[in-house]
């Protein structure tokens, strides 16, 4: 797991301390779980989204298989 340092003004500390102790966590749970519930479900939309793009837009390829040689651009 990485670590990274984040900036809060002391109001914002002190109460993300005190939501965190009220909750039986640490704050770095509570930014852990709140960012993993905000990226995630996006990441999942996008993923969804790619895949509703692909059924909708078949392409023109005639059922055509490429090689590697033919995708490679030199």
Excluded: C
Excluded at 20 to 34: K, W
Excluded at 38 to 54: G, N, Y
Aim: hydrophobic share 40%; glycine share 6%.
């Amino acid at each position: 797991m990485k670590n990274i340092t984040l900036a809060l003004d002391e109001k914002t500390l002190e109460a993300g301390r005190t939501y965190a102790e009220r909750h039986q966590t640490t704050l770095n749970a509570l930014v852990r779980d709140l960012l993993a519930k905000v990226a995630v479900p996006d990441r999942q939309a996008a993923v969804a989204e790619m895949f509703r793009l692909m059924d909708a837009y078949p392409g023109h390829s005639g059922g055509r298989r490429w090689t590697r040689e033919e995708i490679y651009v030199r």
